[in-house]
């Protein structure tokens, strides 16, 4: 107990637990370790066991093997005053139980040796439950390896499938599959530096070199980059990143250069960084282009020379501020048009119904639309005639000039939208207007006259005409 320990050392200092911290710092040292792996995941911090698992298949030869990998990492980790216990087996189970239960800083079992670096830990290296591991010590089975002479049978039926399907996992029988943070990548490219770099313009070049690098295997793939981003390293075990998404697929190093330099003045080095990594997040087919006579790509998709413009306003601007009006297969003006992604094919789903709706019904309406419709007071001489006077935000407008009817009728062979329910339900009667001072106006009357409407209809200003 604290009370105990402050009795045996008065001076002991004590911090109040704080998970939320812990587990943090854990997933910012997991990103660190991208350095040496692509494929990392946390492993155990919800139950405060704060260990970090990484595939290095692959790896470790950029680093001059498994045993100068783990050197390396222990010597940084032991430079940022971590103790950490680490491990490199051919399964996850194997490497998981020697770092937690092996007694040494650091292990390599060698390929095919998980038998025999399993034999003498106790059972709850397996990665079990408490209370299956309680039981199999009961039974006088405290070690890995003298489960080897029990059947798996009678393991079977006294623990069920947890027991057996942990050492088939520790053995590499059985596959354990990751969930890697970030997802997985399969095109990246990196460089390592023998020395720190800070200076803007030394990490300019690199990324360069490394775009150069990326978009290089992107072409012997048949692929262009969707998304890329450019992380650095630190001395310090922090990592600073910057990223760039684009519209349509690309492995133009020149362009994807171009998306990363804006960001490049926002990275902070600090002590420099000693390694830097540029993946591509996201990624698409991309054919070789067709060249034309005078050496220059051919431009076969349509937007295919808006697209870098697009990236670089979104780059700047944010992705979701860029965007284009596509129709809606609606009477409601409102609902007429939504936002899509700048470069989106037009299709019929845009239209919402079967067919695409004609341009020559959206260019009759204003080129501004209020949010809503709002409420005004208006005088019309004879019913269905367009107004002689109406006010608005408390000015009087007088009409010179009224084109109207057009009659929207509500659309009945499907539920309205909410936001659109309580205007929406009746008759919309709409003029283009024209007061004395040359500004032109979309009003309409909601409702009837006569029968059994109501006798004097609300009337709405929507829009303005140019």
Not at 65 to 84: H, P, V, Y
Not at 294 to 316: I, Q, V, Y
Not at 437 to 444: E, K, P, T
Request: charged residues 20%.
């Amino acid at each position: 107990m604290l009370t105990d320990a402050r009795a045996l050392a008065p001076g002991l200092s004590a911090h109040p637990l704080a998970p939320g911290a812990d587990a943090g710092a854990l997933a910012s040292l997991a990103d660190w370790c991208g350095r040496y792996s692509p494929w990392i995941t946390l492993d155990g911090a919800a139950a405060g066991q704060y260990g970090i698992c990484l595939d290095v298949t692959g790896c470790a030869h950029l680093f001059g093997g498994e045993a100068a990998m783990l050197d390396d990492l222990a010597r940084r980790l032991a430079g940022f005053a971590i103790q950490a216990r680490i491990a490199i087996a051919d399964s996850l189970g194997a490497a998981w139980a020697v770092a937690r239960y092996g007694g040494d800083v650091t292990t390599i079992v060698p390929a095919g040796g998980a038998r025999a670096a399993l034999a003498r830990l106790p059972v709850a290296a397996l990665r079990l439950s408490p209370p299956a591991a309680d039981a199999l010590a009961r039974l006088g089975l405290g070690r890995i390896g003298e489960l080897w002479s029990v059947p798996r049978g009678a393991l079977t039926a006294r623990f069920g499938r947890e027991v057996t399907y942990r050492l088939d996992q520790a053995l590499g029988r059985a596959a354990e599959p990751l969930s890697p943070r970030p997802p997985r990548t399969s095109f990246w490219s990196r460089l390592a530096f023998a020395e720190p770099i800070g200076h803007r313009d030394h990490i300019a070049r690199a990324a360069g070199q490394l775009v150069a690098e990326l978009c290089a295997v992107l072409a012997r793939e048949a692929r262009g980059a969707r998304r890329v981003e450019l992380r650095l390293y630190l001395a310090d075990g922090t990592v600073q990143r910057i990223g760039a998404g684009l519209n349509r697929a690309s492995r133009d190093p020149a362009h994807l250069l171009r998306l990363l330099a804006e960001h490049l003045p926002s990275l902070e080095a600090g002590f420099g960084a000693d390694l830097m990594i540029l993946m591509a997040g996201q990624s698409d087919p991309l054919p070789a282009g067709q060249i034309s006579l005078d050496g220059r790509a051919a431009k076969d998709r349509p937007g295919e020379d808006l697209a870098p413009l697009l990236d670089r306003l979104g780059n700047r601007l944010g992705p979701a501020n860029i965007a284009r009006f596509a129709p809606v297969q609606s009477h409601l003006p409102e609902v007429a048009a939504r936002l899509v992604p700048p470069l989106r094919p037009a299709s019929a789903a845009d239209a919402g119904l079967g067919k695409a709706v004609p341009w020559r019904h959206i260019t009759r309406r204003p080129v501004y639309l209020l949010p809503r419709p709002e409420l005004i007071t208006a005088v019309a001489e004879v019913p269905d005639s367009p107004p002689v006077l109406f006010r608005w935000r408390g000015i009087a407008h007088r009409v010179q000039r009224g084109d109207g009817p057009e009659r929207l009728a509500p659309e009945w062979w499907h539920d309205m939208r909410a936001e659109t329910a309580g205007l929406a339900r009746e008759t919309r009667d709409y003029y283009r207007i024209e007061d004395s001072r040359g500004q032109r106006y979309w009003l309409y009357r909601r409702g009837l006259y006569g029968g059994d409407m109501r006798q004097n209809p609300d009337w709405y200003l929507h829009g303005f005409f140019a």
